[in-house]
């Protein structure tokens, strides 16, 4: 099927697209495409009459609207899943869809473009657009706290839109200090970016924002923007009763009991030597209604170019596990890639570990409580799955198939350091 889609390269509404495709096993053409130029010839104007992109051409015509064109592939391979997997299903897609374009897309271009050089800035808009993009924040911080996706257990459109759209916000504006309140936003698209269909489209490096990129001749919202809402001279509204935040030890106290103790793994991990024999035990005691694996991987692997840094990182990440010392347990694993012909046998070193953590929300616990952990991405395993406990297998136990040592059993890297340990 010949599928051609016009876009220029970096346009993230062209993102959903892509990724859908990748989710399909669908392949879209992508010709080069300047705007300006060719978005604006008379051929161009008959299948997107605005001139705007993205566009897909297709051998029954053309689709303009990137969630048009997103729910056209998903619907072209049904069993993806990607429009959900019933007509309630794709009604909560289609309004996260519609959320996506109004809440979300609105707010942050008028807080992206400007630093692009695509619109003027200005503070005050700006001011008004954080606002706006913290109350969506809100809403699907609230959402992903009890709901690892959007509509359903897996990825959907709703997720490869929204995802699209705070993909330039994540890495240039939202700072740590305006994402902080949305921890479990900052968790669900640690989780999207991680996925292989999304890093085909956007890279396998996702870097959140250390210090909001300021547009030439705006001030980022800040203090004009401030006085100028000032003038305004609004009546104060009352500000709500703060309640006392609950801490870590309210909130799993609060849990069902669960059978599975941790101690006892703990004990069995550590006084076994040999690890792999342990596993079945494990698989055994596994409480899935009360606690959560999850496969991580650090964020930031081309910034692990010296070994005794590398490892100073993971030791520091590992101590600041421990307010969830008694709710967790995990290792990490310090590998080396030798590189190939293409990296000019330039390697690399990376990071990739698994955490088992107390309740269905983990991931979260850990990115609240443990400073450093927003740097990593967060997958649960479904230990039903081999694949999935192959992944565990590997980072818990240094496998090596010949059981003596030398080459192991991982893919893609051989072991420099073995797991360190978070007990
Ligand atoms: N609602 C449309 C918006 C499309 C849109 O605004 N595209 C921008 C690029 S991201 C564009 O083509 N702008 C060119 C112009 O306005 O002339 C969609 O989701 O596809």
Redesign the pocket.
């Known amino acids: 099927m010949s599928l051609t889609l016009y876009t220029f390269p970096t ?1 993230f ?1 062209a993102f959903k697209a892509l990724i859908a495709a990748e989710y399909s096993g669908l392949t879209l053409d992508v010709p080069k495409f300047t ?1 300006g130029v060719d ?1 604006v010839t008379e051929d161009f104007l008959k299948m997107s009459p605005m ?4 566009c897909l051409k297709t051998k029954d015509g053309c689709i ?4 048009a064109i997103a729910r056209y592939i998903a619907r072209l391979r049904g069993d993806s899943g990607l429009y959900g997997n019933s007509f309630f299903e794709s009604g909560q897609v289609d309004a996260w869809m519609d959320f996506c374009t109004n809440e979300v897309e609105v707010p942050a271009t008028m807080w992206v473009y400007p630093i692009l050089g695509y619109m003027e800035a200005n503070g005050q808009a700006t001011a008004e657009a954080k606002k706006h993009l913290g109350e969506a924040l809100k809403a699907m911080d609230n959402h992903l706290s009890l709901n690892t996706y959007f509509v359903g257990e897996r990825v959907t459109l709703a997720d490869i839109c929204l995802f699209s759209a705070l993909y330039y916000p994540f890495k240039f504006v939202m700072d740590k200090k305006f994402r902080k309140p949305f921890s479990n936003v900052s968790r669900w698209i640690q989780t999207c970016a991680a996925q292989p269909e999304f890093q085909a489209v956007v890279g396998n490096v996702f870097t959140m924002c250390n210090k909001e990129i300021v547009a030439k001749g705006g001030n980022g919202g800040g203090k004009k923007a401030k006085k100028e809402k000032k003038k305004e001279n609004k009546p104060k509204k009352e500000a709500p009763k703060k309640e006392k935040p609950k801490t870590l030890k309210d909130i799993m106290n609060a849990l069902p009991k669960s059978p599975m103790i941790l101690d006892v793994w703990k004990k069995l991990y550590s006084n076994t030597k040999d690890k792999a024999s342990v596993m079945q035990q494990f698989y055994d005691m596994y409480d899935k209604e009360g606690w959560t694996v999850y496969a991580t991987k650090y964020n930031y692997d081309d910034d692990n170019t010296i070994l005794w840094q590398t490892s100073n990182l993971v030791t520091g990440f590992i101590q600041r596990c421990d307010p969830l010392r008694k709710y967790a347990f995990g290792t990490v694993q310090i590998l080396a890639n030798p590189g190939t012909e293409e990296t000019g046998g330039k390697g690399n070193i990376f990071l990739r570990g698994a955490y088992l953590i107390r309740s269905k929300e983990g991931s979260k616990h850990m990115v609240d409580n443990n400073p450093d952990a927003e740097y990593w991405s967060w997958t649960p395993l479904d230990l039903t799955k081999d694949e999935d406990k192959k992944t565990l297998e590997e980072a818990w136990f240094n496998i090596y198939p010949d059981g003596k040592g030398g080459s192991t059993t991982m893919a893609d890297g051989k072991i420099l350091y073995d797991a360190l340990e978070f007990k």
């Open positions: 346009n509404r705007m978005n001139g705007k992109v993205p303009s609207q990137s969630n």
